[in-house]
T-cell receptor
């Protein structure tokens, strides 16, 4: 079974530039998550989709971050403009349902460095 | 939601058993306890989940006392490849994952 695919693996940009991350979840998984993980901390949920609808984006900095999952499969997360504090690993995860009892399957993440 | 507390770090030697205790004093009746493992440069990976008593799989055991105010993840005979961060999460199956928070986790370092 293929896992969660993410790209790019690494990205280096200057502050005020824009960047986009792509995620392809496990086939058949209705729920997709984007997490931000700052060095030394646990992952922090940014946004959660159920199919192509947003379930929770309460921790997404909406003035600069946006995400979409138009056809209920792939998803993109965008930052525009980036700030120094956005340097982190951005993890995508998926699960069959959105219940906490379901296993989360994570991708390897995109490591973003903002200079 | 139940707040969890776990040690920041633990050191062990190869072949030893590692036990990581997570405190969750205000766990609710419907809450499950789930542990994830994260290796460097990878996303977290599900290890084990339980509700009460003991759960065992090919990777670990999870011990939950009757009052469920804590739980212990047990890694038998660890190897160097068990060096990772381990996260304890507590939440109800009816909740959305968006309500749960990964803490800082426990960094386990295994040395020869």
């Amino acid at each position: 079974e293929a896992g969660v695919a993410q790209s790019p693996r690494y990205k280096i940009i200057e502050k005020r530039q824009s960047v986009a991350f792509w995620c392809n979840p496990i086939s058949g998984h209705a729920t997709l998550y984007w997490y931000q993980q700052i060095l030394g901390q646990g992952p922090k949920l940014l946004i959660q989709f159920q199919n192509n609808g947003v379930v929770d984006d309460s921790q997404l900095p909406k003035d600069r971050f946006s995400a979409e999952r138009l056809k209920g499969v792939d998803s993109t997360l965008k930052i525009q403009p980036a700030k120094l504090e956005d340097s982190a690993v951005y993890l995508c995860a998926s699960s069959q349902t959105r219940r906490t009892g379901e296993k989360l399957f994570f991708g390897s993440g995109t490591q973003l460095s903002v200079l | 939601l139940a707040k969890t507390t776990q040690p920041i770090s633990m050191d062990s030697y190869e072949g030893q058993e590692v036990n990581i205790t997570c405190s969750h004093n205000n766990i609710a009746t419907n809450d499950y306890i789930t542990w994830y493992q994260q290796f460097p440069s990878q996303g977290p990976r599900f290890i084990i989940q339980g509700y009460k008593t003991k759960v065992t799989n090919e990777v670990a055991s999870l011990f939950i006392p009757a009052d469920r105010k804590s739980s212990t993840l047990s890694l038998p005979r660890v190897s160097l490849s068990d060096t990772a961060v381990y996260y304890c999460l507590v939440g109800a199956s009816t909740d959305s994952w968006g309500k749960l928070q990964f803490g800082a986790g426990t960094q386990v370092v295994v040395t020869p």
